[in-house]
């Protein structure tokens, strides 16, 4: 079955970076369009960066836009998401996502996605 794990959480100061990695398993990962969400307290489940499988075409969300970098490891079977200029506003639960197989683009849309990791914390502050 499909199983996504992400790691690389963490608390870090504003302008500072980490980077997160999902390590996935049980399904054809190379075959498939991956995406990173997250979702701060109160909010709704926001989709910030995708990468389709065909030619790894991405598609970001402008909150993270030109901060962000999503990027996949078919060999594997791992997607990363570099996360630079960090800001308070960027603080939530991280998750990495798989989208159902007919998805062949990059996509942002929460609906697209059919399994989800557990999420790592990301805190950013002074």
């Known amino acids: 079955q499909f199983q996504l794990v992400e790691s690389g959480g963490g608390l870090v100061q504003p302008g500072g970076s980490l980077r997160l990695s999902c390590v996935t398993s049980?399904?054809?990962?190379?075959?498939?369009?991956m995406g990173w969400f997250r979702q701060a307290p109160g909010k709704k489940r926001e989709g910030i960066a995708s990468?389709?499988?065909?030619?790894?075409?991405?598609i970001y969300a402008a909150s993270v836009d030109h901060r962000f970098t999503i990027s996949r490891d078919n060999s594997k079977k791992v997607v990363y998401l570099q996360m630079d200029k960090l800001t308070p506003e960027d603080t939530a639960v991280y998750s990495c996502?798989?989208?159902?197989?007919?998805?062949?683009?990059?996509?942002?849309?929460?609906?697209?996605?059919?399994?989800w990791g557990q999420g790592t914390q990301v805190t950013v502050s002074a």
């Open positions: 990468i389709n499988a065909e030619d790894n075409r991405v």
């Open positions: 996502g798989v989208a159902d197989i007919h998805v062949n683009i990059a996509t942002l849309r929460t609906l697209d996605y059919d399994y």
């Open positions: 049980g399904f054809a990962f190379s075959h498939y369009t």
